[in-house]
């Protein structure tokens, strides 16, 4: 019986950790526990598991090096930087501004509201990277002015709900800079990795939307004309989007030969920042060259896709650590906040807090796991899932899937802190073992994660939009009329969909790697490189000069003389080193 636990020691301490999670103890805790007691247990039952038992008691000195480990990693830092850029701008006002902006754009389409909060929504996860303060902060804006003009509350929960979990895969996302730390990979590489999913996943909504709009014109309404206070002036808008793209054309012309490949990055600069400081002139001059429509869509969505800008364009361009990015986009959302004057000490004090106490929690999460991972790994627990998972039939194609059949069902229970710290570095071994591109991995495992906020009943960010969203009926403060509440079931349903779309999206990353791997750059086939050797000069007749290779001769006499019929003639006589002479 004992060499039957020794033996399979592993598996049981996968199981014990397993229920104690599903009892709801916290993760730190059962993390830490478990490699605790199992450590103890391993060392005991060493003698009887035929070597597959590593531990010993000396091993516990190495986990103050471990903790030293994490707690100096630098990479890390970049999470309470994000963290607390999201949050300041959350309270800033941006994302009410660009939701007001965007939807007076598209309020003359049906579902306009639901495209402008889908776009808001990328927008907001490329500058905040926080999933609750965009479902928060959409969930009190949007949601009461879908509500007014008529929307279906499924369609209007399903849509701030979805689109706040964006945040999870459009960089800068917090579950990007934990997987690039447990996966051993540059977050530089894995933001550039999923930039392109997460846009596309952004289209899979924006599809989902239109065709719910078609299907069903009633539930998706446009916005009627007496509540689009901007007015009219799209051409306005458009002549201005024209305008500045031939100032940056020019300018990237003009700054080419001294700049070389960075001149396409600045020349956007250049005519961003010039239509932005026109469209703010003819604003404060009341100059009226503009619509109020174009005015308000430049000031308003130039400074957050600055903010990007500065953050992720520093970080692919090789400016800056994605630390260093972080603690610049902090930086950049103070700043935003006193342009905007809501700069206070309680934004600061609220920002700080919260900041700390998620960092708190990942540290907390992230030493349970140090512990965890020990005894996990001397009791060769790594081995016993690198052989289940590779064994598994369907190769590269069978793995991918059945890791990502394994993380859709755990999301049910687990955050993606917990799925990042106790599921992805049990996964390294058997992909790299298989050859797949750990950043492809990565991806497809955030885009993954990304349903543990959809899942019904437990999914954060329906608990959000619970919180914000109205129960009962309620008076409309702008129409006067009583509205009826949203109720949980609804919130429920509308994520049903999305969380469809998410599984998609799943699908699509693994069929299609290529939206991934573009962040390697261009690739070259070994088969195709030819490599030419140059040719030496022929040597002299007789085959015995040196070939010069262009060197002076210095006045050295000549060794040999080209040979006369065959017969080398020296051109020196021949030493005379004081033998006697033999004359037969």
Known sequence: ????????????????????????????FSLAANGIVFFAIGVWLAPWSAGNITLEWALIGTMPQRVWGTMSNDTLLAIPFFTFMGIVLERSGMAEDLLDTVGQLFGPVRGGLAYAVIIVGALLAATTGVVAASVIAMGLISLPIML?????????????????????????????????????????????????????????????VFVVSMLRPDWVPALPPEARTLGHGVTSLLVAILVCIGIGYTAHVMLYPSQGANADILGATVGVLVIYLYAVLDKSLKLNTLSRLAQQFVIVLIPPLALVFLVLGTIFL?????????????????????????????VISQALASTTRLSAFVIFILLGARMFSLTFYGVNGHVWVEHLLVSLPGGETG?????????????????????????????????????????????????????????????????????VAPKAPYVDKITGERLAGVSTGQIYWGAVPFVVIQVVMIGLTITFPSMVMHYKGTVVDPSTVEIKVPTLAPLAPGGLTAPSLGAPTLGAPALDAPTEGGTLVPALPAPQLGAPVITP
């Open 1 to 28: 019986m004992l060499e039957f636990i020794a033996i399979n020691m592993a598996p049981i301490m996968f199981g014990s950790l397993i229920v104690f999670l599903l009892l709801g103890y916290p993760v730190a």
């Open 148 to 208: 007014r003009y008529g929307y279906d509350r499924r369609v209007a929960s399903g849509v701030i709900a979805a689109s706040g979990t964006l945040a999870q895969i459009i960089p800068p996302s917090l579950v990007l800079i934990v997987l690039a730390d447990q996966l051993g990979r540059s977050v530089g590489d894995m933001y550039a990795g999923a930039i392109l999913p997460g846009l596309v996943l952004t289209g899979l909504y924006m599809g989902y």
């Open 318 to 346: 090789g400016i800056a650590t994605p630390t260093e990015g972080g603690a610049m986009g902090a930086l950049g959302a103070m700043v935003l906040a006193a342009m905007k004057r809501r700069l206070t000490y309680g």
């Open 399 to 467: 793995f991918l899937i059945f890791v990502s059949v394994l993380v859709f069902f755990l999301a049910f229970f687990l955050d993606f802190f917990e799925l990042a710290f106790i599921i992805v570095p049990l996964l390294v071994a058997p992909a790299e073992a298989l050859g797949i591109d750990l950043i492809w991995f990565g991806v497809i495992l955030a885009v993954n994660m990304q349903t543990s906020f959809m899942h019904p009943p437990f999914g954060f960010a329906l608990f959000y939009l619970r919180s």
